[in-house]
């Protein structure tokens, strides 16, 4: 390895939190939690990472207490308690191994389809009933409905802090239902949901209020929020420095403690006229530690690179820009997400410049758990 990784394995302090290093196992839904309860076997892979020298694990997308928040099989809830003392085995083995550890808590939206258990006849809930522009799917949701959603991530984020998480996550991207809201494509309401970039934000904020009440001001909070939608990957939230700015900045008075900014490929310049990606402009102009992740270690991204690729292995980059973004301080953490899936020892190989040894990822490794 030509330059000093130094930056990836220095601690970082943020209120009670304390990482080993700066590097995070990125969310990625595995489907391996039937009835939603996480078993022996995710205790296990999350605890092997954890072994291996990741600094913070970010758990899957796992589903709030509300009818409507999951839209596949067999992922992870966060309610009720068998699913929580699952959770829980998995807090104490992460423990155990050094690391900490956030859950990703998580409504789907519009992306549920009627037949999804755990209940088939509940619909998606969306802002407008939409899954996508002029794409119509489930019931726009009432007031009513978004209080009872605001009411269940607060819920859960009280209960991560009960049971000894470390932070939590909140799944503001990719076109779920948080997403939903704040993109003009499915957000069509004429009410104080709608409307302004800063009605468009309302639901979100109350979110973060909700559980920063809930968890008081030293247990962090870190929302994930991204450009990018499963509906549409040429999306855009905000088109300018300026528009970042205004979107930042309720969501830092709410009590956003850590941004994690999602992108396809983390090199690539979110504005004209800067080099700075998605994460090193939101670090820049909210003055709040940033995540930044996307295809650390591969040369192609998460979408051609796993679904629309038709080679079964995804070829294996070089890290060196990361690092030196990471030493300019564009962002302060950055998450990992393929290369840990295939590989758990691949933060060890790195810092120890065995990099011949990193297995490449294969689509084939999604099927199981390890």
């Known amino acids: 390895m030509s330059m000093n990784l130094g930056p990836l394995f220095e601690p970082f302090e943020l209120h009670n939190l304390k990482l080993r290093n700066r590097v995070a196992m990125a969310p990625m ?11 022996e076997d995710v205790v296990a892979y999350y605890q092997r990472r954890a072994e291996a020298g990741v600094g913070l694990i970010i758990t899957e997308g796992t589903t709030v207490n509300h009818p409507a928040a999951s839209g596949y099989p067999n992922v992870p809830a966060f309610h009720g308690s068998d699913a929580l003392q699952g959770w829980k085995n998995v807090v104490d083995a992460v423990h155990e191994a050094g690391g900490a550890i956030f859950p990703q808590l998580w409504h789907v939206g519009a992306v549920r389809k009627e037949g999804t258990p755990p209940d088939p006849s509940v619909p998606g809930y969306s802002p407008s009933g939409l899954f996508g522009p002029g794409k119509p799917n489930g019931k726009a949701m009432t007031k009513e409905d978004i209080e009872d959603v605001v009411t269940a991530f607060a819920d859960a984020a009280q209960d991560a802090k009960a049971l000894g998480f470390d932070g939590v996550e909140i799944h503001g991207a990719h076109g779920y239902l948080l997403d ?14 709608g409307g302004s970039m800063e009605n468009r934000l309302r639901f979100v904020v ?10 008081g001001p030293d247990f962090p909070i870190m929302l994930r929020f991204s450009q990018w939608k499963q509906q549409d990957y040429e999306a855009k939230l905000v088109n300018s420095p300026e528009e970042l700015e205004r979107f930042l900045k309720p969501l830092v008075e709410a009590g956003v403690d850590i941004f994690h900014a999602s992108t396809r490929r983390f090199w690539e310049p979110e504005f004209e006229g800067s080099d700075l990606n998605l994460a090193g402009w939101t670090q820049k102009l909210s003055g709040k530690p940033t995540m930044s992740v996307g295809s650390v270690g591969l040369t192609e991204d998460f979408i051609s690179g796993t679904f629309a690729s038709k080679q079964e292995a995804v070829e294996k980059a070089g890290i060196d820009e990361l690092v030196e973004r990471m030493n300019n301080h564009e962002f302060e953490l950055i998450a990992v997400g393929r290369a840990l899936l295939q590989d758990p020892e691949w933060l060890i190989k790195v810092k120890e410049g065995r990099l011949n040894e990193v297995e490449s990822f294969a689509k084939k490794s999604l099927a199981k758990l390890y």
């Not at 839904?29 to 996480?38: A, E, Q, W």
């Not at 993109?183 to 309401?189: H, K, L, V």
């Not at 109350?206 to 968890?215: C, G, K, N, S």
């Open 29 to 39: 839904t595995r489907n391996f939690s039937p009835d939603g309860v996480p078993g």
């Open 180 to 193: 939903q809201f704040l993109w003009e494509g499915t957000n069509q309401r004429d009410d104080e949901y």
């Open 206 to 215: 109350e979110i973060v209020e909700a559980v920063r009440h809930r968890v």
